[in-house]
């Protein structure tokens, strides 16, 4: 167990409808990062928060933000939905000093499916 | 910008059988090396890192050794178990100094299948 959480672990929705996923990172973490896992595309890296604010953003499409709350938890919107949305959409946790190296703790993941 | 290149798989092993599975990487500067495995029906499980030159990363009996003059970091072990099959993921992420961007970026990961 790597101390993260994500819900839900699975979610079966319509296209052109709006999802929410939910991670809670490893407590004393302050960095958040989404992942999508897809078998065309890979592992592909999508946004970062630290501390509640936007640090990184990678291949996230428009259709799709996220935001950390004060409490560091963070959510990933997913919007319009369209089939080729369906992935696994991981969240990852670290500690993210100002310097040096981090290590990136991952949680179960949310198997999304788009019908 | 950064890429990890991994062998194809699949890769289909005996039990107890050595195990390569090579990882070179473009990036600027150095940065950090991974391993991480995927077991079926599983997230991401940190296996192993390195976070310079010549470290030896070591875990359940993988090793893996970043290599800065080839830009590698491949994967061994000795002895295969059939509780070694999942997927192995090489991923780097940049050294950063005054930021707080570790954004991780992956190969495209091999499937190894350990027999009986």
């Known amino acids: 167990d790597s101390g993260v959480t994500q819900t839900p672990k699975h979610l079966i929705t319509a296209t052109g409808q709006r999802v929410t996923l939910r991670c809670s990172p490893r407590?004393?973490?302050?960095?958040v990062y989404w992942y999508q896992q897809s078998l065309d595309q890979g592992l592909q890296f999508l946004i970062q928060?630290?501390?509640?604010?936007?640090?990184a953003k990678g291949n996230i499409l428009e259709r799709f933000s996220a935001q950390q709350f004060p409490d560091l938890h963070s959510e990933l919107n997913l919007s319009s939905l369209e089939l080729g949305d369906s992935a696994l959409y991981f969240c990852?946790?670290?500690?993210?000093?100002?310097?040096?190296?981090?290590?990136?703790?991952f949680g179960p993941g949310t198997r999304l499916t788009v019908l | 910008g950064d890429s990890v290149t991994q062998m194809e798989g699949p890769v289909t092993l005996s039990e107890e059988a050595f195990l390569t599975i090579n990882c070179t990487y473009t990036?600027?500067?150095?940065?950090?090396l991974f391993w991480y495995v995927q077991y079926p029906g599983e997230g991401l499980q940190l296996l192993l890192k390195?976070?310079?030159?010549?470290d030896k990363g070591s875990n359940k009996g993988f090793e893996a050794t970043y290599r800065k003059e080839t830009t590698s970091f491949h994967l061994e072990k000795g002895s295969v178990q059939v509780s070694d099959s999942a997927v192995y993921f090489c991923?780097?992420?940049?050294?950063?100094?005054?930021?707080?961007?570790?954004?991780?970026?992956f190969g495209k990961g091999t499937l190894l299948t350990v027999n009986p």
């Open positions: 390195a976070t310079k030159a010549d």
């Open positions: 928060y630290y501390n509640g604010e936007e640090r």
């Open positions: 991923a780097l992420s940049p050294r950063n100094s005054g930021g707080s961007n570790y954004k991780l970026t």
């Open positions: 990852a946790s670290s500690v993210a000093g100002r310097t040096g190296t981090d290590t990136q703790y």
């Open positions: 407590s004393g973490d302050l960095s």
């Open positions: 990036a600027t500067g150095y940065p950090s």
